[in-house]
């Protein structure tokens, strides 16, 4: 009698259990969904895209002032290093260190409980959780130069860490091949203008429209291009079998340097880099969050 009793209390035993998993989930959702729609969690990540423009802006004269013959170092690094050598250099990278993770933030609350209504949801979801990753990398990446006040371009060394392993050519090949592919995306999103879609333009003053898009269409056909090559470049190692291919953003800028006409080609994607960091602007205030 008492196992009979036990047996017809356990399908009951496990509905319970069940049902309190579940509501335990929706009130997750509940919670994540609140901060996802929260007034912090938006100026988190609109600090964390005015941080982007902001950087990018640096990287831009870095670049226009290479191909003018200077000698600075054109990468994020370099940008880290000319914000802090300003005054308040160092406080400000903390703000922007902070403006990153707010915007990754964001970005993985969006992969989790966001796009609700959109028709492509889940390919939403998983392209907003692979670009937290990248912002919270560059927060890191932030953190890391303010505690150590420098570091080295050591895209060689781990490409040629990479390669030493077995299966690692394929991989270095299969990397390139997707920021390759990363590239020719967001150049693809800029001459067809799908950028615009994420701006809230009732916002914007109608004589400004156009042009914001138009500025936002230059930058990501800029930001395509420099991450194009850095792609090309990690292929091209692959290929090779030569780690010493395998080039950052700063060394990519200089082999654009080196070719015919150089300072000019150099010049325009500095402009394309220029623009990308005035559309971070415009996004900071006017992307529908």
């Known amino acids: 009698m008492g196992t009979a009793t036990r047996q017809e209390r356990s399908p009951r035993g ?21 901060a996802h729609d929260s007034t912090p969690v938006e100026l988190l990540a609109r600090l964390g895209l005015a941080s982007r423009g902001l950087v990018f802006l640096v990287l831009g004269i870095l670049a226009l002032a290479l191909a003018f013959g200077s000698e600075a170092r054109a990468d994020h690094t370099g ?3 000319a914000l802090a050598d300003k005054p308040f250099g160092e406080p400000l990278l903390l703000v922007l260190a902070i ?30 959780g692979g670009k937290s990753l990248v912002y919270a990398a560059l927060s890191f990446t932030t953190l890391a130069f303010l505690a150590r006040g420098g570091g080295g371009d050591s895209t060689q060394s781990r490409t040629a860490d990479l390669m030493a392993r077995s299966g690692g050519r ?42 914001a898009i ?29 780690p010493k291919e395998a080039k950052g953003l700063d060394a990519a800028l200089h082999s654009v340097l080196e070719q015919p006409y150089g300072p000019v080609l150099l010049g325009l994607t500095a402009i394309g880099v220029l623009a990308y960091a005035l559309w971070s602007f415009i996004e900071a205030g006017f992307r529908r969050i």
């Not at 930001?223 to 292929?235: M, P």
């Open 14 to 34: 496990a509905t319970g259990h069940y049902l309190a998993m579940t509501t335990t989930l929706d009130d997750a959702g509940q919670a994540a969904r609140a």
């Open 79 to 81: 940008a880290f290093r």
């Open 170 to 211: 394929a991989a270095v090949a299969a990397v390139g091949l997707v920021v390759l592919g990363i590239g020719i995306y967001l150049v693809a999103k800029g001459l067809r203008r799908k950028h615009a879609e994420c701006l809230e333009q009732y916002k914007i003053p109608r004589t400004l429209r156009r042009p």
């Open 99 to 128: 403006g990153f993770a707010g915007y990754a933030a964001y970005l993985l609350l969006s992969a989790v409980v966001g796009h609700r209504s959109e028709e492509h949801r889940a390919a939403m979801r998983l392209k907003d």
């Open 214 to 242: 138009a500025v936002g269409a230059v930058g990501y056909v800029g930001r395509g291009v420099t991450v194009g090559l850095i792609g090309a470049f990690l292929v091209q190692a692959a290929v090779q079998t030569d």
